[in-house]
């Protein structure tokens, strides 16, 4: 692995959270593109673009209404090292414990262990989720 500390450049400058989360984006794409490319198993590529900063697919998000399309993924932030992520770290420092990504989205809305990223179209779906996040009383909105 590249990084041997995902925890310290999350916690650190705001373009190296930019970076990570660019990188789990990208996976989304790549997951589309394994997809439509029928890659599976050691022949798939999307994989390493979350694995390098320690994450891990949790499920992949699909519309089955467009031929299957990938649109998202929900990532989880898993250290190797297995420490305790909360060890005097101020909440708004923590590392996310969930990630969820879309494709052509640009927004971020971070509560407290939960961000919501991507890249261009999807903006407005990011942007209404966290608007229903905060309607709801979701604290940690940014």
């Known amino acids: 692995m590249l990084y041997s500390n995902t925890r310290t450049l999350l916690r650190s400058e705001p373009n190296q959270k930019r970076s990570i989360t660019a990188s789990l984006i990208q996976g989304v794409y790549v997951s589309e593109r394994d997809h439509q490319q029928n890659?599976?198993?050691?022949?798939?590529?999307?994989?390493?673009?979350?694995?390098?900063?320690?994450?891990?697919?949790?499920?992949?998000?699909?519309?089955?209404?467009?031929?299957?399309?990938i649109f998202g993924a929900i990532f989880e932030y898993k250290p190797r090292d297995n420490r305790n992520e909360n060890d005097d770290i101020p909440p708004q420092n923590r590392p996310p414990k969930y990630v969820i990504a879309f494709r052509d989205i640009v927004a971020q809305v971070s509560p407290?262990?939960?961000w919501l990223t991507g890249h261009s179209l999807g903006a407005a779906?990011?942007?209404?989720?966290?608007?229903?996040?905060?309607?709801?009383?979701?604290?940690?909105?940014?």
């Open 39 to 69: 890659r599976v198993d050691h022949n798939a590529l999307a994989l390493i673009w979350w694995k390098i900063f320690d994450f891990e697919l949790i499920q992949l998000l699909v519309d089955n209404d467009v031929e299957s399309t």
């Open 112 to 114: 407290e262990n939960v």
């Open 125 to 142: 779906i990011a942007l209404q989720i966290g608007k229903t996040m905060a309607r709801q009383g979701i604290s940690g909105i940014l």
